[in-house]
């Protein structure tokens, strides 16, 4: 499709288990972001990336949390060891990177950690 | 660096009445502005930019916000409030980092609830 694309739509996981979410940005956009946004509240920065670096990890809560892009394209969220306080809505967003263009979302996965 | 904030976590209007969801930035080069609405269980949708053209910018749905550089402000606003137009609303500023990429940095939303 021409739009974001992120997968699964919903996880359910034990305490513990080790989680992968994935994205699939807009082809040809460069940017990419990961937002989390538990129950009734804003948008939490967690990481962005450029083509396949990432200048700015500033918002990975903790070691648990990594991410990583291949090829310019996909990107993947890993939480390992998963808590109960990691349930939110995972949100990803890409942009041509130029400033004065929009980012576009796609429509989440919505972790739940039981 | 630069940020956003979103002045009332909730609003509440009546149908009909005006809508002012408000929005103030701090940037250390001439901004890019955005709003961004959510609405339940879906990911954010683009309602309008601001990229230095016109201080008024129209968007969707008949909403509209207007840049003031001497104010840091790009308030939202509608005439007259929908029932479906009860959503979370989310300003954002295109934030320049070293090296020259770009980042959106988002206020912290406001959720617009409209009661008959």
């Known amino acids: 499709g021409a739009g974001v694309s992120q997968s699964p739509s919903n996880k359910v996981t034990e305490k513990g288990k080790d989680v992968e979410l994935r994205c699939d940005p807009i082809?040809?956009?460069?940017?990419l972001y990961w937002y989390r946004q538990s129950l009734g509240q804003g948008l939490e920065f967690l990481i962005y990336?450029?083509?396949?670096?990432?200048?700015?990890k500033s918002g990975l809560p903790s070691d648990r949390f990594s991410a990583e892009r291949t090829g310019g394209s996909v990107s993947t969220l890993t939480i390992q060891r998963t808590q109960q306080e990691d349930s939110a809505v995972y949100l990803c967003?890409?942009?041509?990177?130029?400033?004065?263009?929009?980012?576009?979302f796609g429509q989440g996965t919505r972790l739940t950690v039981v | 660096a630069q940020s956003v904030t979103q002045l009332g976590s909730h609003v509440s209007v009546s149908e009909g009445a005006l809508v002012l969801l408000r929005c103030n930035y701090s940037?250390?080069?001439?901004?890019?502005l955005f709003w961004y609405v959510q609405y339940p269980n879906q990911g954010l949708q683009l309602l309008l930019k601001y990229t230095s053209a016109a201080t008024l910018v129209k968007g969707i749905n008949g909403f509209e916000a207007e840049f003031k550089k001497s104010e840091t402000s790009f308030h939202l606003t509608k005439p007259s409030a929908h029932m479906s137009d009860a959503a979370e609303y989310f300003c954002a500023v295109s934030d320049q980092l070293s090296g020259g990429y770009n980042k959106l940095i988002f206020g912290a939303g406001t959720r617009l609830a409209v009661h008959p």
């Open positions: 967003a890409s942009s041509p990177s130029d400033r004065n263009t929009e980012a576009f």
């Open positions: 990336f450029q083509g396949n670096s990432a200048p700015d």
């Open positions: 082809s040809g956009h460069t940017a």
């Open positions: 940037s250390s080069v001439p901004p890019y």
